[in-house]
Every structure is written in C-alpha cells, then in structure tokens.
C-alpha cells in the first residue's frame, strides 16, 4: 500500500519544523514539501497531486481557510492545525478531514491521519468531530457569528457583516463604510482579518478590505464599490483574481 503524500502550511518555521518531525516517523506519510508561504504552497499543490494537506489557519496575506477554498477540486483532503479554537466551526464548513490545535500532539496527529487514510480508501467524506470535541470551550451547537463589535468613542458598536461595504484604513484608525453611514474605530486591519468570515471579504490592498458580494466591477488593477474605485495593490493582486474566480465573479 502505497504511503500518503502530504505537504505542511505554516508560516511558523517552528510548526513546520514539529510537523516534518512527525511525519518523518510516520511511515504511511511521504512529505512532498513544507511551506511558508501559502501561495507558493497553492502553486505547487495545483500542478503536484497531494493526497493531504496539514493547513495552518492564521498566516499572512491569505488565512488558511481561504487556501483551503481555492485548493483544486478535486484535491487534496486538508486537516487544518491552528492555536487558536474560535476557528473550529469555520473548518467544520469546510469539510476539512479534521482539526488539530497547536501545540499538536504526536498522537493526536496520528490520529488525523488515518482520518485521512480511511477516508481515502473509503472514498466517503469524514466529517470534523463536533467544534465541542476539538475544543472543550466551544459549544457543538455555536453558529458562525454574523456581526463584529467595534469600539467608537465610548461605546461598543454591532456591525452586521452582511451591512459592510469596504474597510479603509486611515493611520491608526479604520473606516468602515456600511450602508447606514461611516463607523470610525481604533482598530488594526490584522484583527479585523482575523474577525471577518474569510469566504465574504478580502484584503485587495494595505489600505483596503472589500465585501466580495459588494464588489460592482474590476477594471485595471482597481474594483468598484459603492461607486468608487478602490487599488488592488501588487501584494494583493495574485490571491484577489483567485478569490474572484472561486467566487465565480469572473
């Protein structure tokens, strides 16, 4: 029986480092790479078939649940690995094989792995267990959150996802134009990113997060919304057409 081919994603080198280990005294696993960088990882799963995929949830420029969504189809089975628990519903979505919180033990990592094998030789889908089994603190019946709070002057202000437009930072503020109005905060972007369901937004540039569903046109390196034209910046540009065409807004 031939072994599993897999590939680590994490912009830790630590994590990459633990990982390797782990499958270097696997011998059902034969690692094909180790990445730091999420698109390159995305470049070489394309043209390389994977059999699985450990991804790391919390990396710059595109979070792990985004890769997961522009993963070829079909493709590799992903077990997402993380340190942070609130992403457990996320993944659950996904249908990711399963879901590891850092720091990851030996066991528990086999575990995820022959989820993957009889996943594999049944060619049935396994499920996540319950976000309660993955972390205690995380009820099996939470649903995903639909608004974010932001702090505006002295109070907390709720602000409904579906209501937000773009994000635009200015300094050490940001502006959020929802469709009730502009909502100052004192707030950084990688926060906000970490809040945001990743399938709805998308960073285009350092200054600029933008609904997908509220983007009315591309045109030249900028999109429209609302009317106005916002950059995709270069660091952006690669990932943003991806998402577009995962959105089927191409």
Request: charged share 20%; proline share 8%; hydrophobic share 45%.
């Amino acid at each position: 029986m031939r072994p599993l081919t897999c590939v680590i994603i994490d912009d830790e080198p630590l994590a990459l480092d633990v990982l390797a280990g782990y499958c270097a005294q696997v011998p059902m696993l034969e690692l094909k790479g180790r990445f730091h960088d999420a698109l390159e990882a995305l470049t070489f799963v394309q043209y390389t078939p994977i059999d699985l995929a450990f991804v790391d949830i919390h990396m710059p420029r595109i979070t792990g649940l985004q890769l997961a969504q522009l993963l070829p189809r079909p493709g590799p089975r992903v077990v997402f690995t993380t340190a942070y628990h609130q992403y457990a519903v996320e993944s659950y979505s996904l249908s990711a094989t399963d879901y590891l919180l850092k720091p990851i033990a030996f066991e528990r990592f086999l575990q995820a792995v022959n989820k993957v094998r009889t996943a594999l030789f049944t060619g049935q889908p396994l499920p996540l267990p319950p976000p309660a089994l993955a972390e205690p603190a995380a009820p099996a019946s939470a649903a995903a959150p639909d608004a974010m709070y932001v702090k505006t002057e002295h109070r907390l202000q709720r602000i409904a996802f579906d209501d937000i437009l773009y994000i635009e930072g200015q300094k050490e503020y940001l502006m959020l134009y929802t469709e009730s109005g502009k909502i100052m905060t004192l707030q950084s972007f990688l926060r906000v990113e970490e809040v945001l369901p990743p399938e709805r937004f998308a960073r285009i540039h350092k200054s600029y997060i933008v609904a997908l569903n509220r983007i009315e046109h591309v045109e030249r390196g900028k999109v429209q919304v609302a009317g106005r034209l916002l950059p995709i910046g270069d660091t952006y540009r690669d990932i943003f057409n991806l998402r577009i065409r995962a959105q089927n807004l191409l």
